[in-house]
């Protein structure tokens, strides 16, 4: 059993064009999170729900937006994709965001290349 | 720059070999700091988890150090497998803030 499961796996695509990744966790979390992880291979926060509702939105462009239709899902939808999007996305999940000890738990990624 | 800041960024080891890894920070105050293991083409994965008032934790064969006085963590493997290769992640946490701020990580290659 996936804990957290994103789709797609990989995802290449022309730039202009609008895509979706998707994630699911059946660990019954209340949080669920988005990051980008660059080529320097830093992991950076871009959005984090608490059952179903937003509480991280860091600065990222609005061709970016989060939808989380059930605390199980958080989906993420790219519009007019640049080169610079290309990365690998990870989505996480946790009991809840303000548990000291709280462990994230990481999906496989995402890895989106635009051309 | 980055408050996290890892040391150094790869290291070669031959397996059954001992090697640590450096983690410095400037959070402050922070609740808590932990280390991931994040394999090739996967997600990271939590390995140890320490509060300030923590000065070391053991997982298998990973043993993590914690000086608050300091600002530094240190991740020492012992008798390295094949398995190990991969990136460690060292990430703290403020309190109550519900970000996490990630080092780049450290690059692990173990030889056979």
């Known amino acids: 059993d996936t804990a957290v499961s994103q789709t797609p796996k990989y995802l290449v695509t022309q730039m202009g064009n609008d895509k979706s990744i998707k994630c699911e966790q059946n660990?019954?979390?209340?949080?669920m999170y988005w990051y980008k992880q660059d080529s320097k291979k830093f992991l950076k926060i871009m959005f984090s729900?608490?059952?179903?509702?937003?509480?991280i939105n860091e600065t990222v462009p609005n061709r970016f937006s989060p939808k989380s239709p059930d605390k199980a899902h958080l989906n993420l939808h790219i519009n007019s994709l640049e080169l610079g999007d290309s990365a690998v996305y990870f989505c996480?999940?946790?009991?809840?965001?303000?548990?000291?000890?709280?462990?994230?738990?990481f999906g496989p990624g995402t890895r989106l290349l635009v051309l | 720059k980055n408050q996290v800041e890892q040391s150094p960024q790869s290291l070669i080891i031959l397996e059954g070999k001992n090697c640590t890894l450096q983690?410095?920070?400037?959070?402050?105050?922070?609740?808590?700091l932990r280390w991931y293991k994040q394999d090739t083409g996967r997600g990271p994965v939590s390995l140890t988890i320490?509060?300030?008032?923590?000065n070391t934790k053991s997982n298998g064969r990973y043993t993590a150090t914690l000086d608050a006085d300091t600002k530094q963590s240190s991740l020492h493997i012992t008798a390295s497998q094949l398995s190990d290769s991969a990136s460690y992640i060292c990430?703290?946490?403020?309190?109550?803030?519900?970000?996490?701020?990630f080092g780049a990580g450290t690059t692990v290659t173990v030889r056979a």
């Open positions: 996480a999940s946790s009991q809840g965001p303000s548990i000291r000890e709280e462990t994230q738990y």
């Open positions: 660990l019954g979390h209340d949080t």
């Open positions: 729900y608490n059952n179903k509702e937003l509480i």
């Open positions: 983690c410095n920070y400037t959070v402050s105050p922070f609740s808590n």
């Open positions: 320490m509060t300030f008032s923590e």
């Open positions: 990430v703290v946490r403020v309190p109550g803030d519900y970000k996490l701020s």
